[in-house]
């Protein structure tokens, strides 16, 4: 009996060990967060890009849609358009206050609650190395692998709005991959955005591939130009005319 209690003590010892020296291998969320920081770009770097513009084409997978893109940030504010022939011009953006889109079958809108969180976090020049400042918390739910890469994904909880996941590549250190639910005047919409060809541009790893999947469809942004010491002309981020008047009702 006392030899079994002994094997028995230590199989308990060695497991914990065991445990011990597994959960030593696995970071936690926020040494992820970190890591990921360091690998966009250096600390100087990251300091020096006050705005970014980036430049290209977007286009609908298997239906024979594409178009021009562009997206300009800078001090928290946002602008994108996209303008499809036959379909006309979509825009969407945050001036400091206001989150807005506008398009030419719908009209424009006022964006709020959960929704307008969202754009304020996506017009972030940097979510990954500000990351603290929209998120509470961070948390490594694994391994996981996406396109042939092991990467840990990370539950990252906003400040205003759900959870979304992140998935970084285990190599390289960078994000390779975003799921979220994306509240919209059709409804949630889980949306999925990888984030491919990562190239140095001015010191900063930057993604010009940004492949968005979402209703059972992907739209693929493919950047050809992104800049993130171009001069923004300051009217770039005021309220168009109709937006302006939704306002002030």
Known sequence: MKTAMRRLTVLSVLLSISTLAFAADVPTGESIMEKAAQKTGSAAALAKAKSVVMNGTVSIEGRNINGPVSVWQQ????????????VGKVEEGYDGATAWEMNALQGARIKSGEEKAAAIRSGK?????????????????????????????VELVPNDGRPETFYFDKETGLPVRVSQIVVSPL???NVDMMLLDYRDVEGIQTPFVMKQVAA????????TKISYSEKIPADRFELPATVKALVKK
């Open 75 to 86: 001090d928290g504010k946002s602008y994108t358009a996209i303008e499809f022939p036959g």
């Open 125 to 153: 020049l940097n979510m990954v190395a500000s990351w603290r400042e929209e998120y509470k918390s961070a948390l490594n739910l694994g391994e996981a692998t996406v396109e042939g890469k092991a990467t840990w994904k």
């Open 187 to 189: 409804g949630e919409i």
């Open 216 to 223: 059972g469809q992907v739209m693929a942004m493919r950047f």
